[in-house]
C-alpha cells in the first residue's frame, strides 16, 4: 500500500484526485480526473488502516471483481482498478443527482409515485441478474436515477456473482447486509438466491408507501432472525386506502419462503407495469398478520430456509421466462391460432412457473380517424381482449400466469418490439400468414420482429400452409427454368 496519505493533487495510475465527496464505514469516495477520460469520475478507496472492519477489505475485493463483468444503464461505467499490493481503488462513473434516499423526508410517497419507482429499480434488478450478480444491499442509498430515467444500482461490495468466488461467504460466518431489508434466507447463509433482492425491493416499497419499516428498525441478529417466521403487518391495516394489487405484490414480495415470491425481477417488474392485471389472493385484502400457530410452525422449521443444493442464477431465470404470443383475432386464421396456442402449449409445459401474455394490434389508420366501435356498435378493443381470452382458454393456466393486452398502433411490428423491449419479454411466439411467396415465408410482421427482436422468436406456420409455400416455391423455380 501507499504510505502517502490520500489527498487532492495526488496521482495514482494516471488518475488525479479531487475533492473527497463521502466518507463512509467502509470507503471513501473522491472526484478524480484522468487526461485520456473526458467523463467525469469517481473513485473508491476502501478504509484499511489499524481497527477499520477486515470486511470492508473482503466487500471491497468482491467489489473489484464484479464491476468490469458488468454492462449497461443499470450499472456504473468501469474505468479503473488497483491492488492491494500499492493502492487499492476502483474507478467509475459519475451518475448526476442523488440516490434515493433523499425521497426519505417525503414518505410516505403516492401509490402510483412507488409504482413507477417500483417498475424502474426491478427492471435494473432483471437486468443485473441476467448479468450473474445478486446485488445483496438493495436500499434507497444504493439507487440512483439517470437524467433519462432508469434505475441505477450502485455499491457492490456486498454482492455475490455466479460465476465468481464467494469470498463473504468464505471468510465470515455472520450475514453482512442492511438489516431492515436483508431476506429471512440470508440469516441462514444462504447469498446464491436472486429472490433475495426481490424481498429487499418489498420492504423498500412498503416503507415508501407506508412510511414505516415492515420489520422496524432492529439491528441485533436475534432481531432479524424474528423475520424467519414472523410475517409484517399487512400495509392495509395501516393505510385502509391501500391499493389491492399493491399490497398483493408486495405481500408476495415479502414471503419468508423463496419459492412463495415472484420467481424472478422480470415478472415482479410485468405486474408492476400491468396492475389492472395482478390476480388477486387472499394476500391482498389481509388486515392482519399470520396466526401465532402459523407462526410457531415456521418457527420449528425455520432451518428449512437453507438450501441443500447451489442455486443458478442462470437457471432460475430461464425456468422463469416472460413468453409474449402474437395473435391476431381478426385475420388469423383458425389453423394458424391453432398451431400458436400448441407452440404456448409446449413451451409452458415445461416451464411451471413462466408467464404467458397474450398480444393483438389493433392497428390504425396513418390518415384516417378510427372509430371505437365497429359495424355491429362493438367496442373494438374490448372485444378483441375477450377474444384473446378465449383464445388462451384451452391452455388452462393459472391467472396469475396470464395476461392480454391489445395494443393500438399504426405499425404492428414495432408495437409488439416496443412491448418486448418493456416488459422484458424472453420470447415471443408469433405467427406467419400466406400469400406472396415472401410473404408466406414469415410475413411482413413477423420478419419485422424475428429480425429485431431483443429475444428468442419463434415463428409458427400451420403445416397447410407452409405445404402451399413448397408447392408456390416449386412452381416459381419451374417458371424460372422454363424461362
Known amino acids: 500500500m ?164 464467494d469470498l463473504l461467504q468464505e471468510e465470515f460466518r455472520v450475514p453482512y447486509g442492511t438489516a431492515p431489508y436483508m431476506a429471512p434466507e440470508r440469516l441462514v447463509g444462504v447469498r446464491d438466491d436472486p429472490r433475495s433482492d426481490l424481498f429487499a425491493l418489498g420492504v423498500l416499497l412498503y416503507f415508501f408507501t407506508t412510511g414505516v419499516r415492515p420489520f422496524g428498525e432492529t439491528e441485533t441478529l436475534s432481531g432479524m432472525r424474528r423475520r424467519l417466521w414472523r410475517d409484517p403487518h ?13 399490497q398483493e405484490m408486495v405481500l408476495r414480495c415479502l414471503e419468508i419462503e423463496p419459492m412463495h415470491r415472484y420467481p424472478t425481477a422480470s415478472q415482479l417488474a410485468f405486474d408492476l407495469a400491468h396492475p389492472d392485471q395482478v390476480k388477486l389472493t387472499a394476500r391482498a385484502e389481509r388486515i392482519r398478520r399470520d396466526s401465532w400457530l402459523t407462526v410457531w410452525r415456521r418457527r420449528l422449521n425455520a432451518s428449512q430456509l437453507r438450501l441443500e443444493r447451489k442455486v443458478d442464477v442462470a437457471a432460475q431465470l430461464a425456468a422463469s421466462p416472460i413468453v409474449a404470443v402474437a395473435i391476431d383475432t381478426v385475420e388469423g386464421t383458425d389453423q394458424l391460432n391453432d398451431a400458436l396456442r400448441l407452440t404456448a402449449a409446449r413451451i409452458l409445459s415445461t416451464l411451471p412457473s413462466a408467464r404467458l401474455a397474450c398480444i393483438n394490434v389493433l392497428k390504425l389508420g396513418r390518415i384516417t380517424i378510427d372509430r371505437t366501435l365497429d359495424e355491429q356498435g362493438h367496442n373494438k378493443h374490448v372485444d378483441r381482449l375477450v377474444a384473446l381470452k378465449h383464445w388462451a382458454t384451452p391452455l388452462r393456466l393459472d391467472e396469475s400466469r396470464l395476461t392480454v393486452h391489445v395494443l393500438e398502433a399504426i405499425d404492428p411490428a414495432a408495437a409488439i418490439l416496443d412491448f418486448a423491449r418493456a416488459n422484458h419479454v424472453d420470447h415471443i411466439i408469433i405467427g406467419a400468414h400466406g400469400g406472396s411467396f415472401v410473404r408466406s415465408l414469415l410475413g411482413n410482421v413477423s420478419a419485422k420482429v424475428a429480425s429485431e427482436a431483443p429475444c428468442t422468436v419463434t415463428v409458427v406456420r400451420p403445416r397447410a400452409v407452409a405445404e402451399g409455400a413448397a408447392a408456390e416455391e416449386g412452381n416459381r423455380q419451374a417458371g424460372a427454368a422454363a424461362n
Not at 42 to 49: A, G, T, Y
Not at 234 to 246: E, F, Q
Request: charged fraction near 20%; charge should be negative; glycine fraction near 8%.
Open 234 to 246: 399487512p400495509p392495509r391495516k395501516l393505510r385502509p386506502d391501500y391499493p389491492l394489487w399493491l
Open 2 to 165: 501507499l504510505a502517502t496519505a490520500i489527498q487532492p493533487g495526488l496521482v495514482i495510475d494516471g488518475f488525479t484526485i479531487g475533492e473527497c465527496v463521502h466518507s463512509g464505514g467502509m470507503a471513501t469516495l473522491w472526484n478524480v480526473t484522468h487526461p485520456d477520460i473526458a467523463a467525469p469520475l469517481l473513485m473508491k478507496i476502501p478504509r484499511v488502516s489499524e481497527g477499520e472492519d477486515p470486511a470492508a477489505i473482503v466487500s471491497f475485493e468482491m467489489e473489484q471483481m464484479i464491476l468490469p463483468r458488468l454492462k449497461g444503464v443499470h450499472v456504473p461505467a468501469f474505468f479503473g482498478a488497483g491492488d492491494f499490493a500499492r493502492q487499492a481503488y476502483v474507478v467509475i462513473d459519475v451518475i448526476p443527482g442523488r440516490t434515493l434516499y433523499r425521497r426519505l423526508p417525503d414518505l410516505p410517497l403516492p401509490y402510483e409515485e412507488a409504482r413507477v419507482l417500483g417498475v424502474k429499480i426491478a427492471s435494473a434488478l432483471a437486468e443485473l441478474h441476467r448479468q450473474n450478480v445478486i446485488h445483496h444491499d438493495v436500499k434507497p442509498s444504493s439507487i440512483m436515477f439517470r437524467d433519462s430515467g432508469e434505475a441505477v444500482l450502485i455499491d457492490y461490495g456486498l454482492s455475490f456473482h455466479n460465476q465468481l468466488p
